[in-house]
Structure formats: structure tokens, C-alpha cells
């Protein structure tokens, strides 16, 4: 599976928690304009995304697309999260915020240990959202 | 111009007055999934946009666009516009509220005077904004 197809299924998860989701795919169009891969909604709690996936045990992420992410984040009004997936270890979508990743050089990253310590799943994110309702 | 190029403008406005802006333009993948064209936040302020150009003095909103963009709204937590251009009018953008829509039989509709009269310019958009927390 390519990446855009990752970003294809974490879209459609979202949209089946209630989520009301835009994707918008960075298409070759060469500006990207500071835009995540997803920005989605539920009754006033704000996504911005961008998409991670890898084969091994640490996902990286670049300065400028961390910087983009709160930049767009901060702009928006919405809370920033990088989606991880670990590919083949069976663990599902983590949703990390750039706080928790770790800077080295001019590279963010995050390894699967950390990442199953600290990441939100999609479902407690929705939960954690009632929490503050009740 | 194409609408495709009138959505790309309007995003561009919304941009310089300071909005984090997603396009999310059809792009003839079938599935809309209930999308706006643009959705844009600004510091908490999130509008869902369908954007309508014409020649003509009237503009014609589909009654399923209008719906969509309803449903998408109330889900992701934004106030819906329908943004009209009225082509060779000289008049400027101008963000209506559904509920401003006439409806006759299975469309929506609204003249270029109605607009003018009840429509609301994006600087204005920003303006009320503030005037909240004066």
C-alpha cells in the first residue's frame, strides 16, 4: 500500500467515529501551503494530521512538516497529532502530538516503544473528548 | 475561468486575511463524501465554504450541495457559507448563510440584490469576529 491509501484509511475510520473529514493530498501540485494530510472535525474537536507509516521501529518526520503542522494547527485552531502506523506490528493508528516527539538535528522521530506509551488511539481521543462533557 | 480557478482565488483571499485554508476540490473522484469546496479556520472561527460563480443575476444552488454542506458543517463544528461571485457585477465575494437561500422545488437560489442586501464580505467576516471579544 502507498501512503496516500494509509491516508485513505485513516480518513474513513474517522468519518465512521463521526468525524467530518477533509483530506487533502499534497497531489504533486507542488505548493502544499502549510496544509496537513487530513483536517477533521466533531462538534467543535479539531484535528490536523499528518500521516506516518513505517516498516521498522522508529518514524521520523521532518522539521519542516512538524513546523507546517503547528503552524497550520496554531492558525486553524486545531490540535496538531502525527498518525503513526507501525507497520506489521500488528498495533493500531497512534495519534502522537509533536510535543512528544524526539528532536535530533533537524529530525523529529518517535519509536514504537514511546509511541505505544504515549500515543491516543482514535477511540480515546473521541472518549477523552466526552470526559470532558460529563 | 473555471470554477476550479475561482475556488483557488477565494482560497487565496481567505489566506491573506490570516485563515489556515484546505481546498478540497472534487477532482472527479466520484465519491465527495460530503465535502465543501474550502473549509478554513481562523483562530476558532471555522467556516465550511461551496462556491458558487455566475454571469447571470441569480445563483442556483442544487438542493443535495446544500444539504451536504449543512450535514458536513453541523458534524465538523463550522458555520456554513455558500460564497457567491456574481461574474461582471463588480461586486466582491460574498458569504451567504444557507438559511438566506430561497427553496423552490429541488433547488436553492438567491439574486444578485438579496445578496448584496443580506450577504456578508470576507474583511466583515473577520470584523464580526473580533467584535466578539471586544
Do not use: N
Not at 501512503?3 to 485513505?8: F, H, L, N, P, V
Not at 497531489?27 to 502544499?32: A, I, N, P, Q, V
Amino acid at each position: 500500500m502507498r501512503g496516500i491509501d494509509y491516508e485513505r484509511l485513516l480518513a474513513r475510520r474517522l468519518s465512521r467515529l463521526g468525524f467530518a473529514v477533509v483530506r487533502a493530498p499534497s497531489s504533486g501540485s507542488g505548493t502544499k501551503m502549510d496544509r496537513p494530510d487530513i483536517i477533521a472535525g466533531r462538534r467543535g474537536l479539531i484535528v490536523a494530521i499528518e500521516v506516518k507509516t513505517t516498516s521498522r521501529r522508529r518514524i521520523y518526520v521532518g522539521e519542516k512538516g512538524v513546523e507546517q503542522l503547528v503552524r497550520f494547527s496554531e492558525c486553524f485552531g486545531a490540535t496538531p497529532y502525527i498518525a503513526v502506523k507501525f507497520k506489521g506490528s500488528g498495533m493500531d493508528w497512534l495519534l502522537i502530538h509533536p510535543r512528544y516527539l524526539k528532536r535530533e538535528g533537524g529530525t523529529y522521530s518517535i519509536s514504537l516503544e514511546e509511541a505505544s506509551r504515549i500515543g491516543i488511539t482514535l477511540e480515546s481521543l473521541i472518549l477523552r473528548r466526552l470526559g470532558e462533557y460529563s
